[in-house]
């Protein structure tokens, strides 16, 4: 025969053996960067210690990669301690949590007793209200997360549209100013303008492309262009060349600035 | 007698949840272990994160059984519907961005590689052209003698890059050295370029590369790859 306990909620070593577990799994996720610490030296992406996504810490890994292939250096295996947080969170968000809270939720809802229903704060009524309001917060904050971060997303992506657009416009500013200079160089009857810049007409294939429309405007020694976008109207770039072939003077207007 | 059969309700109680916990964790930890392992987290996290969420769906069938009143199978079954399906969506969008992220730092880098080229390699070979046309008597010297006065000890195959440090591994190598012809091509040894074949000058394949050609008429810009 066993002794009763006092409440009928959780028997006391299975208590002791959920906060147990629940310390160990978190006692990973804090300290795997000391446990794994031979890793952390080549970490370029540092994700924050406790995570309860695991996707947060896959994506910080896959960035980290990224960086390492931007400057020519093979992409590193998974370590040990990015393993263990990911897996940590997925069993603490899939598994530990929703098991107790629910578990538990139906012996509540399904109980008898009028004791269970008690109001008295006992160390596993606190425990199972963590385990509710962490399910409840991940619950909650699902919906936000998948809206917001797909606002951010889009947004990051138009950002990144106007730059690579500015970024090729320069490209091709960059081009029509060795054009410039070479043509300031040739004699009149190689087609040049013979230490001039003055007659110079961009072809016709330069002069309106996939990213903008241009107008070069010579000036004897100096040349002016302007570049107007063609994918983000009332956007523009102007530059001006000098009798080196040198690009300067470079202004932005509209979503370029 | 009573006393005796409420432990023991209890302790079944305290079994059962040992057990989906138990089970919830050999389940989530050998799939995620028994996925091969890349040099990506994702393959794991996905196939756990299956497992996971079969689960839950397990472990939700179990808790709404009956004699749990049809209403409140109703309500977590649309709860857990919306919120594993807005945790999906999310981690799935993560999984897409950070790969597009990283795609885009690689189009920064070959934006980079290509735009130091494109600097670079021009004025080398337009400085010899304008030293060609401020001869005095045109021809006097061949465009490959102005560009060796400019590049001392310049040859085919030799590299006229002078690297600004030890991590500077640019290279901008002479191709061609005729005397009314000169052909500069530059590299990248790690940055793909758009076309994965492409033979590189340095043997490599598919990696960005950019060629120069100058002649009397002026200079011309091959984007190889």
Same mark, same amino acid.
């Given at each position: ?48 210690? #406790? ?11 896959? /960035? +980290?990669?990224?960086?390492? *292939? ?41 109980? *008898?007793?009028?004791? #269970? ?120 770039? +102007? ?19 | ?11 079944? +109680?305290?079994? #059962? ?5 138990? *089970? ?72 897409? +961005? ?9 189009? /920064? ?117």
């Amino acid at each position: 025969m066993f002794p009763k306990t006092d409440s009928p909620e959780f028997a006391p070593n299975f208590l002791w053996q959920i906060i147990l577990l629940t310390v160990i799994v978190l006692a990973l996720v804090l300290f795997s960067d000391k446990l794994f610490k031979s890793d952390l030296s080549s970490m370029a992406v540092e994700t924050p210690r #406790i995570v309860l996504f695991p996707w947060v810490i896959a994506g910080g890994h896959t /960035i +980290e990669n990224g960086l390492l *292939a931007f400057s020519g250096k093979p992409a590193d295996v998974v370590n040990g301690k990015d393993q263990v947080r990911a897996l940590a969170a997925l069993i603490v968000v899939l598994v530990l949590l929703p098991t107790i809270f629910f578990l538990r939720w139906r012996r509540w809802k399904l109980a *008898a007793e009028p004791s #269970i229903h008690a109001t008295s704060w006992s160390l596993s009524r606190v425990f199972y209200s963590l385990c509710g309001a962490l399910v409840i917060y991940i619950s909650v904050a699902s919906l936000p997360m998948a809206v917001f971060g797909d606002v951010i997303h889009n947004r990051l992506r138009e950002a990144q549209a106007v730059q690579s657009s500015r970024d090729e416009i320069i490209n091709e500013l960059n081009f029509m100013g060795f054009d410039l200079f070479q043509y300031y160089i040739l004699p009149k009857e190689a087609g040049g303008g013979n230490h001039c810049f003055d007659g110079y007409a961009l072809p016709d294939s330069a002069s309106k492309t996939a990213e903008a429309t241009y107008v070069v405007t010579p000036n004897g020694q100096t040349v002016g262009i302007h570049a107007e976008s063609i994918r983000y109207p009332f956007s523009w770039v +102007e530059v001006k060349v000098d009798s080196l072939g040198r690009l300067g003077s470079w202004t932005y207007g509209g979503k370029f600035i | 007698m009573e006393k005796e059969s409420i432990t023991i309700e209890i302790k079944q +109680e305290v079994s #059962i949840t040992l057990l989906w916990i138990a *089970a919830g964790v050999i389940l989530v930890s050998a799939t995620f272990f028994l996925t091969p392992q890349t040099t990506e987290l994702w393959p794991a996290i996905n196939t756990a994160g299956i497992a996971a969420t079969l689960y839950f769906a397990a472990l939700m069938a179990y808790v709404l059984r009956k004699p749990l009143a049809a209403k409140w199978r109703m309500i977590f079954v649309v709860i857990s519907i919306v919120v594993i399906g807005c945790g999906a969506y999310r981690w799935m969008g993560m999984q897409e +961005e950070t790969h597009w992220q990283v795609d885009l730092l690689m189009k /920064i880098r070959a934006v980079i590689g290509r735009g130091i080229r494109i600097s670079e390699m021009p004025p080398i070979l337009l400085k010899a052209l304008d030293l060609y046309y401020r001869q005095d008597t045109k021809g006097a010297k061949t465009l490959a003698e102005l560009f060796k006065q400019l590049h001392p000890g310049a040859t085919a195959g030799t590299n006229i890059h002078k690297a600004e440090g030890e991590w500077d591994k640019t290279t901008v190598m002479v191709e061609t050295l005729e005397p009314d012809r000169i052909v500069l091509v530059s590299q990248e040894t790690f940055v793909p370029g758009r076309d994965s074949s492409f033979k590189n000058y340095n043997g490599q394949t598919g990696m960005l590369q950019e060629k120069f050609i100058l002649t009397e008429k002026g200079l011309t810009h091959v984007s190889e790859n």
